[in-house]
């Protein structure tokens, strides 16, 4: 098993692009998230879904677009990047019935 | 969301035991305790979770107070591999997707 997969590890964008955040998992998990940690901070909730199909708001929500067409799958749509939006980005996956979640190595996003 | 409270920063030397508090005064019934931990440059890694009882697993074990109103993260044996930011969290039964990240605990393991 991969676990979980984060692509790419590093993206520098200019304020307006947008650009997609790729997350895939091997592990058949039902659940997934996305998740920001800007600097000296926990991490905050951005999106997220309880299977192919179904997704729904985390505590961040603005600017971010998500859809889940595989269990496999849970890309992140930034729209039209901000600075506000430079932080570090999580995913995770959880198996129904199952606590623990498994989190990907994230990916480094700066907006200029 | 129930609020949890840990001092944010402790350290320890290897090899010794390691306990990590967590205040969580306004817990209810229905949260369980999860701990995660999160090394340097990577993402959080899920370490234990508990809902009344002790529990044990192979990387630490979770003493939960009998009011459920404090728990204690123990780390048996540090090694310098532990050092990373330790975040109590809790996460209600039904339902909840979110994982409400604090600040966390930074422990630092001295050689």
């Known amino acids: 098993n991969a676990g979980v997969t984060q692509t790419p590890k590093f993206q520098v964008l200019k304020t307006g692009q947008s650009m997609t955040l790729q997350c895939a998992q091997d592990?058949?998990?039902?659940?997934m998230s996305w998740y920001r940690q800007d600097p000296g901070m926990g991490l905050r909730l951005i999106h997220y879904?309880?299977?192919?199909?179904?997704?729904d708001q985390g505590e961040v929500p603005n600017g971010y677009n998500v859809s889940r067409s595989t269990t496999e799958d849970f890309p992140l749509r930034l729209l039209s990047a901000a600075p506000s939006q430079t932080s570090v980005y999580f995913c995770?996956?959880?198996?129904?019935?199952?606590?623990?979640?498994?989190f990907g190595s994230g990916t480094r996003l700066t907006v200029v | 969301d129930a609020k949890t409270t840990q001092p944010n920063s402790m350290e320890s030397n290897e090899e010794e035991p390691v306990h990590l508090p967590c205040n969580h005064s306004?817990?209810?019934?229905?949260?369980?305790i999860h701990w995660y931990r999160q090394l340097p440059s990577q993402g959080p890694e899920y370490v234990i979770h508990?809902?009344?009882s002790n529990v044990n697993n192979r990387m630490a074990s979770l003493a939960i107070a009998e009011d459920r109103k404090s728990s204690t993260l123990i780390l048996h044996r540090a090694t310098l591999r532990d050092a990373a930011v330790y975040y109590c969290?809790?996460?209600?039964?039904?339902?909840?997707?979110?994982?409400?990240f604090g600040q966390g605990t930074r422990l630092t393991i001295n050689p």
């Open positions: 592990m058949n998990h039902e659940y």
């Open positions: 508990g809902l009344t």
């Open positions: 995770a996956s959880r198996r129904q019935g199952e606590h623990g979640y498994t």
């Open positions: 306004t817990i209810s019934g229905t949260d369980y």
């Open positions: 969290i809790l996460r209600a039964i039904q339902g909840a997707q979110k994982l409400v």
């Open positions: 879904s309880v299977g192919a199909g179904i997704t």
